[in-house]
């Protein structure tokens, strides 16, 4: 299966924002509960960590997920929205059915729990997943930490991790709950414990063994032509601040 994401210039690599940056990786766990404790409102309704981290996303905190999507035109879309000077690239992402997870995935409940715990936690739980000589029970019984916070979501949770989860990514399919969502035909992939800077590269699309790049120049022609099929920036942020700005600008030329 084939997803796709937009770089707006051709060396960016694939790595969710958490991770571009080691302060912000170490400090990911204050993110997360700081911004429950300032916008509680705005998460009122979201019943799990998944949610609460898509949420974040759309407001641009750094998470561990990375954005993606089914529709190719909205990946080209952003590959050409901006930096107007450089190539601009289209990823293709390529899925296994392994691969791919559902919001309610006891697996993703698991990676999307991460957050919650400091750095030095995370840490514990990485050092006891790539540990050869631990079996998968004696993990769930030092790891005890991390079932209690699924359980929380799910009380019928069972201590049945397996290790290669915690450090795996998975692409999720996200709930069509909000409007950018729709419109985006959003999907994440959503990092493990051993993601890192060139970790999501297996997942880029290959033919024969050899990795496929598309690059992308004179992206204004990309974005007249995509405006013919209503993809522009109004339509794939569908907030009235995002759709008044595009108007301003549309009219303003």
């Given at each position: ?29 204050k ?11 705005d998460f ?34 952003f590959a050409?929205?901006?930096e ?6 289209l ?10 997870k ?9 990676l999307?729990?991460?957050p919650?715990?400091?750095?030095e ?7 006891l ?6 079996s998968d029970r ?9 079932i209690?916070?699924v ?11 397996k ?7 998975y ?5 069509k ?16 414990l ?13 033919e024969?063994d ?34 008044a ?9």
């Amino acid at each position: 299966m084939l997803f796709f994401r937009g770089h707006s210039n051709a060396n960016y690599s694939l790595c969710p924002s958490i991770l571009r940056s080691s302060h912000l990786q170490q400090n990911e766990s204050k993110l997360y509960h700081e911004l429950l404790i300032e916008c509680p409102d705005d998460f009122e309704k979201c019943d799990s960590h998944l949610e609460k981290l898509v949420k974040m996303q759309h407001y641009g905190l750094p998470t561990r997920l990375l954005d993606i999507t089914r529709n190719l035109l909205v990946a080209l879309y952003f590959a050409c929205e901006s930096e107007p000077e450089a190539y601009g690239e289209l990823v293709l992402v390529s899925a296994r059915e392994q691969d791919i997870k559902y919001p309610q995935s006891d697996t993703v409940s698991i990676l999307a729990s991460l957050p919650v715990f400091p750095y030095e936690k995370q840490r514990d739980f990485y050092n006891l997943a790539v540990n050869t000589d631990i079996s998968d029970r004696q993990f769930n019984t030092k790891a005890s930490r991390l079932i209690r916070e699924v359980q929380i979501e799910k009380p019928a949770f069972q201590a049945e991790i397996k290790k290669e989860d915690v450090l795996s990514n998975y692409i999720v399919c996200a709930l069509k709950n909000n409007g950018r969502i729709v419109k985006q035909d959003g999907a994440f992939i959503l990092c493990g414990l051993a993601a890192g800077h060139g970790s999501l590269e297996s997942f880029r699309y290959k033919e024969h063994d050899k990795k496929i790049i598309i690059l992308l120049d004179k992206k204004i022609h990309f974005l007249e032509q995509l405006e013919t099929f209503s993809i522009n920036r109004a339509s794939l942020f569908p907030e009235i601040e995002c759709v008044a700005e595009y108007l301003k600008e549309k009219y303003s030329m």
